[in-house]
């Protein structure tokens, strides 16, 4: 009796354990599917509210200077009717074209310059600029004097008679600081602006780096450079153009993809 009295307590005891089992499955099951449950309340983004912030984007440059109007410096540059400048919408680049005597010059620059830049820290400049009064530096005054931007330019010169020189300069401060020279004996291998060319290019001998040329070398370079209008007055503006240029087509990125999203 006793045995069966411990069987039957034991199976009573038992059994609410069995029968209540498939409710802390069903808990534990609610548990997993919950998340679920969040991730489908969360608000739906709404292209709505991202083009509207584009638009006050747009309106913010457009108000505080219209890159669409033309510079009064860019106007007066061109009626000078030296250079000729070549800007397409949406490139990255721009070009200057001019002709001297029996030669074709190109300049050219882009303005992913300006990004680059813009990633230094201004404390960087303080370090490379800042100058010890008494050591003969420019002293307090000139200390954390940001430098003007550097725009790598790459200008070349070609002759009706065959050859080309590519010459690799950055403009900045009013100056060209020369970095190569190159010269080919096929023009249309300078000028060439496709991948293919660019990989012959990349096989020839470039010329040695500028610095190490001698100074009176360098000398005579500055001043074929300068005969041929690519001068101080160039660098000064050259930076200038760029920095509109990027204005411009940022403004219409913005444009573009606000139009995108409304389609």
Do not use: H
């Not at 000729?84 to 001019?98: F, H, Q, S, W």
């Not at 300078?190 to 001698?214: C, H, I, T, V």
């Not at 503006?237 to 403004?251: F, R």
């Amino acid at each position: 009796m006793l045995t069966r009295c411990l069987a039957r307590t034991v199976t009573l005891a038992a059994r609410p354990a069995l029968a209540r089992a498939p409710v802390q499955l069903a808990r534990v099951a609610g548990a997993v599917q919950s998340p679920r449950a969040f991730s489908t309340s969360l608000a739906r983004f709404s292209n709505e509210s991202l083009s509207a912030k584009l638009a006050e984007e747009i309106k913010f440059e457009k108000d505080s200077n219209d890159p669409y109007t033309e510079p009064e410096f860019l106007t007066n540059f061109k009626e000078e009717g030296v250079w000729k400048v070549e800007d397409a919408d949406g490139a990255d680049e721009i070009a200057l074209t001019r002709t001297f005597g029996g030669e074709n010059i190109r300049i050219i620059f882009s303005i992913s310059d300006l990004d680059a830049d813009a990633d230094i820290p201004a404390e960087a400049y303080d370090e490379e600029t800042g100058a010890d009064a008494g050591s003969g530096g420019l002293g307090d005054e000139a200390a954390g004097t940001a430098p003007g931007l550097p725009i790598e330019t790459s200008i070349t010169i070609t002759k009706q008679a065959g050859g080309a020189v590519t010459i690799d300069a950055v403009a900045q401060d009013g100056m060209f600081t020369i970095n190569n020279i190159s010269f080919y004996p096929d023009a249309d291998l300078a000028l060439g602006m496709s991948s293919e060319d660019d990989w012959k290019r990349q096989g020839l001998y470039m010329g040695p780096a500028f610095d190490n040329l001698d100074e009176a070398v360098q000398t005579e370079f500055e001043e074929y450079l300068e005969e041929r209008g690519i001068n101080s007055s160039l660098a000064l503006l050259i930076p200038d153009l760029a920095e509109w240029k990027e204005q411009k087509e940022y403004v219409r990125w913005l444009e573009g993809i606000k139009g995108f999203l409304e389609k």
